[in-house]
């Protein structure tokens, strides 16, 4: 099924919660609506199921207009971040729920709801748990239960809400595996919302990225990441930098404090050549060496240094303005140049964006 939203406007008292929301979900796609919180983004979800309902504008399924749909004829399911399990119900007879209390015409018979249920708990990898109940259950097995009641009912959509937000942090990475997994063996039709910027870029086919009940911007995780469209996305998705300074040159280089940088491509706005502005600049996108008198770059301290992994992240206090600039160099390059803390390093951005500053940058 494909899901299109036109001009979904909703307000809660003075509270806009969407604001002009249009958007194409399509068919057996993976979508992660992604922001902080209050961003709209369950609001959205929920007007989709039919569980709210908006101001103005609509939602599309199959290019019909679902306005007037009940929520149990639109082929949804919805799977919530605290299960919403049933304590008093086995996982088995959780799962069977939403076919038990379907219309007497539409109700499968005994035998095809035994046989619907356990195929659903050898697809979330819970065989031979169905008599146990939902309290006796680890969290990552009762959001699996959770997601397997949602498919029950063969839904034509998938949508959940914050579906690992309760869950700590090495059960989030095994199941937001697992659910990549069986989305791509299902091809169901999916919209997840979640404030994780490493679970929308490692799961989702596609990232609307939401700020104050607007899209910022949508696109694949790689579209997203590597060429954010404002300074809100730049700063949401990864860690960053922003160096604020003035644009000079007609817009190829930016003055921070003591140092002049190249602006590579010129500023995100290309009619903007001089005046205030912050420049981005992701960790792994400096180039770090042992200060030399004349040499260009920001002038800096070692603070700190962590080696993780195959990576060390520095820690440099800018000389001009005690700033901190968070750096990522391979751990090999590291080691061989044994940088030692409170040594002066100087710090060169391979790649930069600029903003003006009247862009919103700095927020």
């Given amino acids: 099924m494909s899901i299109q939203v036109h001009q979904l406007h909703k307000r809660f008292g003075n509270y806009v919660a969407l604001d002009d929301i ?33 101001d103005s504008g609509k939602v599309l399924l199959d290019g019909e207009d679902a306005s007037a749909v009940p929520v149990r004829e639109r082929g949804v399911g919805f799977v919530f971040q605290h299960y919403a399990l049933f304590r008093h119900l086995t996982v088995f007879e959780n799962i069977a729920f939403g076919l038990r209390v379907r219309d007497k015409a539409q109700r499968p018979d005994a035998a095809s709801i035994r046989a619907r249920v356990q195929e659903l708990l050898a697809m979330v990898q819970l ?12 969290g990552g097995q009762r959001q699996r239960v959770a997601l397997a009641r949602a498919l029950a009912v063969q839904p034509r959509v998938l949508l959940l809400d914050e579906p690992f937000g309760a869950l700590d942090a090495q059960v989030r ?38 700020h104050r009940g607007r899209v910022q911007q949508e696109g694949s995780p790689a579209q997203v990441y590597g060429r954010p469209e404002t300074p809100f996305v730049y700063g949401f998705l990864g860690n960053v930098n922003r160096l604020h300074g003035e644009l000079a040159g007609d817009g190829a280089l930016l003055r921070t404090g003591s140092a002049l940088l190249n602006v590579p491509g010129g500023p995100a706005d290309a009619a903007v050549r001089s ?15 042992r200060a030399a008198a004349g040499s260009d770059g920001i002038a800096a301290t070692l603070r700190r240094a962590l080696a993780l ?10 000389e001009d303005n005690s700033e901190l600039i968070e750096v990522a160099v391979p751990l090999e390059r590291f080691e061989r140049e044994n940088y030692r803390e409170g040594e002066r390093l100087r710090a060169r951005p391979r790649a930069m964006r600029v903003f003006p500053a009247a862009s919103g940058a700095t927020s």
Avoid at 26 to 51: Q, V
Avoid at 180 to 208: C, G, N, P, Y
């Fill in 22 to 54: 249009h958007l194409d979900f399509g068919r057996g796609e993976l979508t992660a609506l992604l922001g902080p919180s209050g961003c709209g983004k369950t609001t959205l979800l929920r007007i989709i199921a039919g569980l709210e309902r908006p």
């Fill in 127 to 138: 065989d031979g748990l169905g008599q146990r109940y939902p309290g006796q259950l680890s």
């Fill in 173 to 210: 990475k095994e199941l937001r595996r697992w659910l990549r997994k069986l989305h791509d063996d299902l091809h169901i039709t999916s919209v997840f919302v979640t404030h994780d910027q490493e679970e929308a870029l490692e799961v989702a086919d596609r990232i609307v990225l939401m």
């Fill in 275 to 289: 005046g205030k502005a912050v420049a981005f600049v992701r960790p792994h996108e400096f180039e770090v060496e």
């Fill in 309 to 318: 992994g195959p990576v060390a992240q520095l820690e440099l206090e800018r």
